[in-house]
Nanobody
Framework: QVQLVESGGGLVQPGGSLRLSCAAS????????MGWFRQAPGKEREFVAG????????AYADSVKGRFTISRDNAKKMVFLQMTSLKPEDTAVYYC???????????????????WGQGTQVTVSS
């Protein structure tokens, strides 16, 4: 079984920063991808950032480009999302996701991922 557990969410002021962590256990996906999605109440689940493991490519949603950075610690089997210059519209439940199938590119739709964490709440408010 592949397990993904997110942590690091919380309440932050606009313009502040948070770092989300995703700890992976079980089988790893060196030929797939890992990414972050977010979902606010009444909204569709939205791609935020991802890494394709086979190529090392990263991808970001236009809304977060330049503000968020996805990274990995291979030794610790963890994926991070460093979020800076946070805006109220970034408020959402953030999910870590993994894709087990080969890809050279970073999938950007939720249906392309096979495993999901439980989510962690990020609230940006003054």
């Amino acid at each position: 079984q592949v397990q993904l557990v997110e942590s690091g969410g919380g309440l932050v002021q606009p313009g502040g920063s948070l770092r989300l962590s995703c700890a992976a256990s079980g089988r790893t996906f060196s030929s797939g991808a890992m990414g972050w999605f977010r979902q606010a109440p009444g909204k569709e689940r939205e791609f935020v950032a991802g890494i394709a493991w086979s190529s090392g490519r990263t991808a970001y949603a236009d809304s977060v480009k330049g503000r968020f950075t996805i990274s990995r610690d291979n030794a610790k089997k963890m994926v991070f999302l460093q979020m800076t210059s946070l805006k109220p519209e970034d408020t959402a439940v953030y999910y870590c996701a993994a894709r087990g199938f080969y890809t050279e590119w970073v999938p950007s739709h939720w249906s392309d991922y096979n495993y999901w964490g439980q989510g962690t709440q990020v609230t940006v408010s003054s």
